[in-house]
């Protein structure tokens, strides 16, 4: 089994890896061919179809050198399903928190049981290296109902039990948790205080396994640097008591002002054309008209609001998830509809190259941003001031300055990893 000390100091993030993407699946081979040996995955990623990949191209190499970490909590698809069966057995039902109209959250024993089994048979392991409470903070989502931090570690401490006796039968070597709340002040009402869970976790044992943190950190989002903790910073509370931290989101910041990518996409990009890439549209637009008439329709294309979105906004869209909200939530759906199912090959060819290029033009959106936040933190001396190294490089290695045992990156192509290889070492090699 892989020690902490060989553990590569970046990890292939799996949060948006397609189950039927080859794409995908040979950016994680070309990663862990390169020296990546941290893969950072959840029971909730694309429904266990994220964990099933990872299985799929573990099973083809030696995966004992593989250091794996999976999460549990979220109830969503097929696991919403077992709820009666479990309340019936004895699971408290308040211990289930609704999150919407079909997914709760829990991360009472009896779930983490039958969420560890599904994920050991997807992932193809014996067992799990790191496996974290996904997201516990959900807890203070209950509304109306009583809501106490006391409750709060109660719950989460008999996890924690439970995980302990997962460690002595060998099914898991480490836990821990991966929380939004965690760089948070202490005084937050739904913070997740690492000294709690430090003080519950010694409660059951002093030989206890938690061992692993995960929480956003990126160029924007620094409170886990910040003295929040009786003027320690979570960075180095972790340090002071040998726990391992995980940045996750490294490259996508949340701010007031809407999401921002800690990337650029120069050499993408130049493939770019508008007056070339409108007249896509205007097919587009053509073949909807086309099909209208063909139903005896004598609607207006313009008359439906997505084709009038597209119209207008189509390159103009912030980022990667707006166009894919746009398309896959909105704009596909539209044309099976219209054409009562998938368009011919030659329509749905043009429809799917209108995607791709909204893609670009949102690229060439982040990459301007990108920029100007590249000058802005290069001028306050947060990154190097390299031109020759790409500002995901740069930002990863401002990280690990800060202190940041490991960095989980979505690499979903193998020219993202190439770009971050060069930081894979190990720490103790570093």
Not at 274 to 284: I, K, N
Request: glycine share 8%; with cysteine.
């Amino acid at each position: 089994m892989i020690s902490f000390d060989q553990v590569s100091r970046i990890g292939f993030g799996c949060y948006r890896i397609g189950a039927n993407s080859r794409a995908h699946r040979e950016a994680l081979k070309h990663a862990l061919a390169s020296g990546c040996n941290l893969v950072d995955t959840s029971s909730n990623y694309a429904g266990g179809q994220s964990e099933r990949v990872v299985g799929a191209v573990l099973s083809e190499i030696n995966s004992s050198d593989v250091f794996v970490i999976t999460k549990a909590g979220y109830m969503q698809g097929d696991d919403v399903a077992l709820l009666p069966d479990l309340v019936s057995g004895g699971l408290p039902e308040e211990e289930v928190v609704p999150i919407s109209d079909d997914s709760r959250h829990c991360i009472h024993p009896d779930f983490l049981a039958i969420q560890l089994e599904r994920s050991r048979a997807r992932l193809s392991r014996d067992w799990i290296d790191g496996f974290l409470l996904h997201n516990p903070e959900y807890y203070f989502n209950r509304g109306s109902r009583d809501e106490s931090k006391e409750e709060y570690y109660r719950r989460i401490k008999k996890a924690f039990e439970f995980l302990e006796g997962c460690v002595s039968r060998g099914i898991i070597r480490y836990y821990g948790v991966s929380s939004n709340t965690l760089p948070l002040p202490s005084s937050a009402a739904n913070g997740t205080s690492l000294v709690e869970l430090l003080r519950v976790a010694r409660e059951i044992s002093l030989d206890h396994h938690f061992k692993l943190i995960q929480f956003p950190y990126n160029l924007i989002e620094t409170g886990a640097a910040e003295p929040h903790h009786a003027g320690v910073s979570l960075i180095g509370l972790a340090r002071q008591n040998s726990i391992t931290t995980f940045a996750n989101r490294p490259l996508n910041a949340k701010t007031p002002e809407g999401p921002i990518r800690i990337a650029t996409y120069d050499a993408e990009i130049q493939e770019l054309d508008e007056a070339r890439d409108s007249t896509f549209l205007d097919h587009s637009i053509g073949l909807i008209h086309g099909r209208l008439r063909a139903h005896g329709s004598d609607d207006d294309p313009m008359d439906f609001p997505i084709v009038r979105f597209l119209s207008t906004d189509w390159m103009k869209m912030p980022n990667a998830d707006a166009v894919e909200e746009i398309f896959e939530g909105h704009f596909f759906p539209f044309l099976r509809h219209l054409y009562q199912g998938v368009p011919p090959v030659e329509e749905m060819d043009t429809y799917a190259r209108l995607y791709r290029y909204a893609l670009l033009y949102s690229k060439r959106m982040m990459t301007a941003q990108g920029h100007a936040l590249r000058e802005r933190l290069s001028d306050r001396g947060l990154i190097a001031a390299d031109i020759d190294r790409s500002l995901p490089s740069l930002a990863c290695e401002a990280y690990f300055k800060a202190g940041i045992d490991h960095v989980l990156v979505g690499m979903r192509s193998r020219g993202y990893v190439d770009e971050l290889k060069e930081l894979f070492r190990p720490v103790s090699v570093a």
